[in-house]
């Protein structure tokens, strides 16, 4: 167990929709990252949170956005689904955000859209 | 062309076997070079990491960088059953805004018979 939690650990939902993937880091940790893992793609990293700002982005669509809260737990917000946003979302946490730290990921959500 | 190419197999050997398995990228940036494991329905886990170029080794695993062929290597001796998982390379630059993404390989899944 990494120590970082991430719910819900299976979504459905059907194109057009919104759903909410939320992560809580592991203790004392103040980086979080979003990672998506699809079959044709492998794991892609999609943004960095640091101490609640936005620190490095990567392929992450338009309909996606993060944030992080003063609590330093995270959300992961995707919007007007496609079928091919079906995949497998993964949150990951580290100590620091400016060093290279260690980082641990969570079990993931498994999103499927119909 | 992905930055970092990673063959995803799969590959099956006997119990007892040297695994070796490998990804090469593109990046000359890349100065931090990772192996994750990550078995099924989990999170990836962090199993060795070198910096620059060399070898590691940690009990049965041997990781080898070699940046002038930009070229890493996993060695997996007298491989275990439960050695079965996916095995995924990753990689990131060491400075910079972005040194907290990593960059990931699709994967080789491996699987150990007895």
């Known amino acids: 167990d990494s120590g970082v939690t991430q719910t819900p650990k299976h979504l459905i939902t059907a194109t057009g929709q919104r759903v909410t993937l939320r992560c809580s880091p592991r203790?004392?940790?103040?980086?979080v990252y979003w990672y998506q893992q699809s079959l044709d793609q492998g794991l892609q990293f999609l943004i960095q949170?640091?101490?609640?700002?936005?620190?490095a982005k990567g392929n992450i669509l338009e309909r996606f956005s993060a944030q992080q809260f003063p609590d330093l737990h995270s959300e992961l917000n995707l919007s007007s689904l496609e079928l091919g946003d079906s995949a497998l979302y993964f949150c990951a946490s580290s100590v620091g955000g400016t060093q290279i730290n260690e980082q641990f990921f969570g079990p993931g959500t498994r999103l499927t859209v119909l | 062309q992905k930055e970092v190419e990673q063959d995803p197999g799969p590959l099956s050997v006997p119990e007892g076997a040297i695994v070796s398995l490998n990804c090469t990228y593109s990046n000359s940036a890349f100065q931090y070079f990772m192996w994750y494991r990550q078995y099924s329905r989990k999170g990836p886990e962090l199993l060795m990491y070198?910096?620059?170029?060399g070898n590691k080794e940690d009990g049965r695993f041997t990781a080898q960088v070699d940046k002038s062929s930009k070229y890493i290597s996993l060695f997996i001796r007298d491989s275990q059953p439960s050695d079965s998982a996916t095995y995924l390379c990753?990689?990131?630059?060491?400075?910079?805004?972005?040194?907290?993404?990593?960059?990931f390989g699709r994967g080789t899944q491996l699987t150990v018979w007895p």
């Open positions: 203790s004392g940790d103040l980086s």
């Open positions: 070198t910096y620059s170029s």
């Open positions: 990753a990689m990131r630059v060491v400075r910079g805004s972005t040194l907290g993404r990593l960059y």
């Open positions: 949170y640091y101490n609640g700002e936005e620190r």
